[in-house]
């Protein structure tokens, strides 16, 4: 069963916009992963933020942790077409990952 | 580093046939994870190893999977016989357990399954 629900599903947005995907959880963490998947390619790590950490940033992307909500949300900032891709969040409540099931963003042009 | 590595990248065979998935993590991780991603189920979990030992193996669909870790450098996902419905993306991640749970993944094996 997936632990985290990513929302929307799926977004469309014009090149330049900001992008933010929202995750809940369902149980206690240790931390909260987000990860980017291009067509036919691997997962790769975005950025993680511990339980004990509310914001944290990195470049273009700002991640938001609220453990009282068991939520957390992705914001990328300007937006480009190569940000086009599927990201997961994954939450770690013991030693390994569990993912949801992705929203799909589409930046266009 | 090179990075996880899986090999092969794409593999097409017949309902029956034995498919055999590889895969060398990072050198040093101590953590190697087995998923399966499909429009339908999303990605799932099939199996873990910590030190080369199978932690979790609650996710492998049936007994016709089957994985092994026979070294620190290696692992084997076998299907067999392979059906149809298992036609996926299947993805090998490793971690190391000073990462903070952090995984990376291979660029995965397309399987079709006619």
């Known amino acids: 069963s997936q632990q985290g629900e990513e929302d929307p599903q799926a977004l469309s947005i014009q090149e330049g916009e900001n992008a933010t995907m929202n995750c809940s959880y369902k149980?206690?963490?240790?931390?909260l992963q987000w990860y980017r998947q291009n067509s036919g390619r691997g997962l790769v790590h975005l950025i993680l933020?511990?339980?004990?950490?509310r914001e944290k940033h990195s470049g273009r992307l700002r991640v938001t942790l609220d453990t009282s909500k068991k939520s957390s949300s992705l914001l990328i900032t300007a937006s480009r077409a190569a940000d086009t891709a599927s990201y997961f969040c994954?939450?770690?409540?013991?030693?390994?990952?569990?993912f949801g099931g992705g929203t799909r963003l589409m930046v266009k042009p | 580093d090179a990075g996880v590595i899986q090999s092969p990248r794409h593999e097409v065979t017949e309902m029956g046939q034995e498919v055999t998935l590889r895969c060398k993590p990072i050198s040093g991780h101590d953590y190697l994870f087995w998923y399966r991603q499909t429009m339908m189920r999303g990605l799932e979990l099939l199996i873990y190893?910590?030190?080369?030992?199978?932690?979790?193996d609650s996710g492998m669909p049936e007994d016709r999977f089957s994985a092994k870790m026979p070294n620190a450098s290696f692992s084997t996902l076998k299907i067999q016989p392979s059906e149809p419905r298992d036609s996926a993306v299947y993805f090998c991640?490793?971690?190391?357990?000073?990462?903070?749970?952090?995984?990376?993944f291979g660029p995965g094996t397309r399987l079709t399954v006619l």
């Open positions: 933020i511990r339980s004990n950490e």
């Open positions: 149980t206690s963490i240790n931390n």
């Open positions: 190893f910590n030190n080369n030992v199978p932690i979790d």
């Open positions: 994954a939450t770690a409540p013991g030693n390994m990952l569990t």
């Open positions: 991640a490793s971690q190391h357990t000073s990462g903070g749970y952090t995984q990376y």
